[in-house]
Structures are given as structure tokens and as C-alpha cells.
């Protein structure tokens, strides 16, 4: 028991503290779980293998082949239909599409989704994106309830009830498992509970602020980027002379030169390329494709004896709108970027995309860039050709938030998508298979008609939670094996033993709520639920409805930005602040946690 609550206050302080990745953290524990014994070795990666892993795949896989069929530009076509432009509609009916969405697919792969055609919808419309983001994410999250499938800590809870199960005292009858729709109920109310909140009070709530970067959208590029982040000037073609000093030269050592404008291409010979790399080496009659204020790029002409020329004679091809551009892209709290600087990165190198600007907060960075170490929910400022900038979005470490041109990828496999989606669901309610194998039909069924590949398959997966879930399940059996629950469990009896069961629900849910504010709301719910288990067990309570009392309040982490992966990757978009997300979060939480209690105890009357 002490080695188990050692690992749980472990794994608590390092998701807290970020010292160590979360999956590195999650895999240590699971490691020594195994090591010293406290299950089974043969049962210390089942976690891997269980079902609320495999389905998590499966559902990422399928929320995938959704994107790529073109379903969600269908929506922003339907949006734009319904709100006709209105600001109060227009957040009405992008809030009531998302939870619907909510409902089948991971909170965080949807606000990835969704980001971008929050912002084409702004873009087309005018309503500042400050408006909408905020709404977008927190209604996901209330809404993501809704179902068994689209919540990670709803799907590992019939996993935490058969390792409950193996451990109860005799006599004790079993708790049954959650069907796909045990939740729907109260998933239901908690949706309509976010749409209807921020129809009545968003406009109280949401900041009121002028600000001019919330006022510009991305559709009008030139004074968006200037008002937003003093990326001011035009493009030029600067051809190098022979007498030039910047013969022989980098394109990292140009970029050092006092007043030297931002380098965004390059022709040597008829090699044209986006984006040279820093170790690019100018010759003679190279041309180079600039940006900056006229003033400042005909002094540096001068000074490096090269030839300027406004028009775009050479290069103008890479420059076209329709091929390249400006546009912003977030840092999602699952990226491969976290904690590196863009210099180290590489990015112009590995994509051809040039880093021009990050916005963190209410700062921008635009001098030494390249030294900037980036955090989840910077925005980066890139310019690049809309090609590359799709396929370095491929690995999930960009989340692009412009209206980019695009085309639509396999808009033909529509139906197919929908169908295998459908079928999916159908067999996971009216067959009694297990919720991973009916998912995975569906995922097969998209990947046999070509949806999707298996290369986009496997991109698709988000592998640090797939980590992050299956190392920590093994802990909430731990808790179990050993009697740690219990122990803990007889510890709050011994403080609300004689209170009613409203009140014991009541300080479960919110000491889950709060764990979930500092950690993964997967590791608050492995945690709690085998404590709110041993809790119902004792008084006399209903265990189901206990551990799904846990499980939902686990979502609800409006407080923080930090405590949810969809609210870190509208922060930045957003221009949002820590009193925005406390100004709208304190309340709705509330709220919230009250339905949460008060609906599941009519369920389990």
C-alpha cells in the first residue's frame, strides 16, 4: 500500500510539474508496478490489450477518415447555412454541431478538427474568433459525456469496475459493466447545459476587450499579420551580384546582418525552393525572395550591392496565393515540438516552412526566433507553400488555424466513412460485443475502402495518449490488489462517514475535479475510482453510480487552461487570458458539477 500511494503521489508531482513527458511518466510507473511486483507480471501491460485502449485507437482512426472524407467542411458549409452571418446564431449552431461531434469523437482530436473551421467561419463572417473558440472548447467538453466512445476516462471506467470487481469483500454483489449509452442521459442534459449557457451569457462572460488582433481575422492576410504581430512590408526578389559580400555566405548568416529583411526564398539556377535552410549557401546571380518595408530592404540592397526588384519576375510562382502564404498554426500539448527552440527544430529544412512570428500570451516574439523554446498553445506565424504546410500538419505537431486553400482530399468517400461510422455504433449497441472490437470493425471497414491508409492510420493515433491510458490502468489495479482504495476510502469515511451520500459524492467529485485541473483527467480517474468504489461499498451507496460520478467530473476542467488539451489550443488562437477562462469557467463548473450529481442519482434512483 505504501509503495502503491508513493507511485500515486509520484505520477501526481511529475504530471503537475512536467519534469518528465507524461508518457515517460505513465511507462516508468507501469515498469515499476512490474518490478516489484504489486500485480501479476503477466497482467502489467494488459493495459496495452484491454479494450479501452483498442477502442481508443479505433476512434481516433475513424474520427481520421471523418476529416478526410470532407465531412467536417460539410459542416462549415451546413454552419454557414443555418447562421446566415448572425454572431448570436452563428455560436448557437457551431456550439450545438460541435457537441453532436463531441459525442463520437476525442475532445482534444475534435478541437483540432475544429479549430480551423471556427476560423474560416469567422474569416467569412466577421464575428471576432475571440467569440467563438472559447464557447467551441468548453462545450466540448460538457458534451463529451454524451456517450461511452468519445470520452478516454468514460472508456478505461469498465476496465477500473472488472479490476474492482476481482476485489470486493464476500457477499458483495458485482458491479455491472457501462453500456455505450449508460451515459447518454446525463451526457445529454451537460450538452445542452453548455449550449444554453453560452447562449444566455456569453456575450456577459466573453471578453469584451477591443482588441485589434481579435477585431482582424486570417481571411484579410496583409492587416491581420501586421496589426497582430508587426510583420509589416512586401515581398521582393533580391538578386546577388557579383561584387556582393553576401557571396559565399549562409542564409542563418545573412539573416544575422544588421536590417537584414526576412529571407522566405531562394533560385539558384533553376533550383527554386520555400524556405532555405540556414546553412543554404548564396553564389552568384542567386535571388532571393524577401519580405519587409520598402525602405528597409532598398538600404540593405545598397549596402550588400545586390539588385532589387519589386515585381516578382523569378520567384513569382512560389509566391502565388493560391500556392503559398501566411498563416498561423498552435502547438497542441501532444506535440513532438514541446520544449525545443525553433532553430532546433529545423522546420525550414525538414518542410520548407519559415517561422516569422510566436505569439505566447499577450507577448510576441519576432526578433531571434530561432531561440524561442515552444510551450503548448504558442502560435506560430510560418509562411510556406499550403502544400508543405500540409504534410508537416500530417504527424499532429502543428494544429493549423488559418483558412487555408486546400482541396478536398477524398470528398468521394463520404458515404463510406458515415456508413463504416454507423455500423460501428450499431454493433456496439445492439450486439453484445465488446466496445474495442466493434469500434475496430469500423476502422477496418474505412481502411478496406479507402477512406484512409494505413500510413494516415497510424498518424492518425495520438501514441503519447495511448501511453499515457495504458500505463496508468495498471495503477488503478494496483490500488485495488493491494487495499490502498480501501485504506483511502476509510480514511474519508472516517472524516464524512456519518453525512449523507450527497455530501460524500459532492467531495468526491470535486477532489476529482480538482486532480483533473493539474493532471490528466485519465490519471484522476484511475486514481478516484477505485477510492469512490471502496467508498459506496462501505456506506451502503450504489458503486456504478459513484465511479460514473468520478469518471464525468473528471471532464470538468473549465478553470484552468492548462487542465485540458482543448482548452490549450484555443488559448492562443483565441487571445484568451487566465481571468477569461475563470471568468467563464467558475460558473459553469458549478453548474455542471451540480447536474452531474443530481442527474446521476435520478439514474440510479
Known amino acids: 500500500m505504501i509503495l502503491v500511494l508513493g507511485l500515486v503521489g509520484f505520477t501526481m508531482l511529475m504530471l503537475v510539474l512536467e519534469w518528465i513527458r507524461a508518457d515517460m511518466v ?46 467536417l467542411t460539410l459542416t462549415a458549409s451546413f454552419v454557414m447555412r443555418m447562421a446566415r452571418g448572425v454572431e448570436s446564431r452563428l455560436g448557437l449552431v457551431i456550439n450545438l454541431v460541435t457537441s453532436l461531434f463531441s459525442a463520437v469523437i476525442p475532445s482534444q482530436a475534435l478541437a483540432a478538427l475544429m479549430i480551423p473551421v471556427t476560423s474560416r467561419l469567422s474569416a467569412r463572417t466577421g464575428v471576432p474568433i475571440s467569440r467563438l473558440l472559447l464557447p467551441m472548447a468548453f462545450c466540448i467538453l460538457a458534451a463529451t459525456n454524451t456517450t461511452l466512445i468519445a470520452n478516454s476516462p468514460l472508456i478505461v471506467l469498465n476496465d477500473l469496475v472488472a479490476s474492482a470487481n476481482a ?15 449508460s451515459v447518454t442521459p446525463v451526457g445529454l442534459v451537460l450538452a445542452l447545459t453548455g449550449v444554453g449557457f453560452f447562449y444566455f451569457f456569453g456575450k456577459k462572460l ?135 527552440s525553433v532553430g532546433d527544430l529545423r522546420l525550414r529544412k525538414r518542410y520548407g516552412i519559415s517561422v516569422l512570428a510566436v505569439n505566447r500570451g499577450d507577448q510576441v516574439y519576432r526578433d531571434d526566433v530561432r531561440s524561442v523554446s515552444l510551450r503548448a498553445g504558442d502560435t506560430l506565424v510560418l509562411h510556406s507553400s499550403w502544400r508543405d504546410l500540409g504534410l508537416a500538419t500530417e504527424d499532429k505537431d502543428l494544429v493549423v488555424v488559418t483558412d487555408i486553400p486546400k482541396e478536398e482530399q477524398r470528398p468521394g468517400k463520404v458515404w463510406q466513412a458515415v456508413g ?17 472490437v466493434a469500434m475496430m470493425t469500423g476502422a477496418v471497414g474505412m481502411l478496406l475502402t479507402g477512406v484512409l491508409n494505413m500510413d494516415e492510420a497510424y498518424k492518425a493515433i495520438n501514441w503519447k495518449t495511448i501511453f499515457v491510458t495504458a500505463c496508468l490502468i495498471p495503477l488503478g489495479w494496483s490500488m485495488d490488489a493491494t487495499g490502498a482504495a480501501a485504506w483511502l476510502a476509510q480514511g474519508v469515511l472516517q472524516h464524512l462517514g456519518h453525512t449523507s451520500h450527497w455530501i460524500l459524492q459532492l467531495s468526491l467529485a470535486v477532489l476529482t475535479l480538482m486532480f483533473s485541473q493539474v493532471m490528466s483527467n485519465v490519471g484522476a480517474t484511475v486514481m478516484m475510482v477505485p477510492i469512490a468504489i471502496s467508498v ?41 487570458r487566465a481571468k477569461d477562462f475563470l471568468r467563464v469557467g467558475l460558473p459553469l463548473t458549478a453548474i455542471v458539477l451540480v447536474i452531474t450529481l443530481v442527474a446521476i442519482n435520478l439514474m440510479y434512483h
Not at 172 to 178: E, L, R
Request: hydrophobic share 45%.
Open 206 to 340: 466573453l471578453p469584451e476587450r477591443e482588441d485589434e488582433r481579435l477585431k482582424v481575422t486570417p481571411g484579410r492576410t496583409e492587416s491581420y499579420f501586421a496589426d497582430t504581430y508587426g510583420i509589416v512590408g512586401e515581398t521582393a526578389e533580391l538578386t546577388v551580384t557579383a561584387e556582393s559580400p553576401l557571396v559565399g555566405m549562409s542564409i542563418g548568416e545573412v539573416e544575422q546582418l544588421y536590417g537584414a529583411p526576412l529571407i522566405l526564398a531562394i533560385k539558384s539556377g533553376n533550383d527554386a525552393r520555400m524556405a532555405p535552410p540556414a546553412d543554404h549557401v548564396i553564389w552568384v546571380g542567386s535571388v532571393l525572395g524577401v519580405l519587409g518595408p520598402r525602405e528597409q530592404l532598398n538600404q540593405f540592397a545598397n549596402n550588400q550591392l545586390c539588385k532589387l526588384s519589386p515585381r516578382m519576375r523569378q520567384l513569382g510562382e512560389l509566391f502565388n496565393p493560391t500556392r503559398a502564404g501566411i498563416s498561423e498554426a498552435v502547438i497542441p500539448p501532444s506535440s513532438r515540438f514541446l520544449k525545443q
Open 536 to 576: 459506496a461499498v462501505a456506506t451502503g451507496g450504489n458503486p456504478s453510480a459513484y465511479a460514473l460520478i468520478v469518471a464525468v467530473s473528471s471532464s470538468n476542467t473549465f478553470l484552468l487552461s492548462s487542465g485540458h488539451p482543448a482548452l490549450m489550443m484555443v488559448a492562443g488562437p483565441g487571445g484568451y
Open 420 to 436: 463504416f461510422f454507423v455500423l460501428a455504433k450499431c454493433l456496439a449497441l445492439f450486439t453484445h460485443l465488446d466496445l474495442s
Open 26 to 71: 505513465a511507462l516508468l510507473v507501469v515498469v515499476v508496478i512490474g518490478l516489484t511486483g504489486l500485480i501479476p507480471s503477466e497482467r502489467v501491460f494488459n493495459g496495452f490489450a484491454g479494450n479501452a485502449v483498442i477502442a481508443i485507437i479505433a476512434i481516433m482512426i475513424m474520427g481520421a477518415g471523418l476529416d478526410r472524407a470532407g465531412v
Open 167 to 181: 476485489n470486493l469483500p464476500a457477499g458483495a454483489h458485482t458491479i455491472p459493466k457501462f453500456g455505450l449509452f
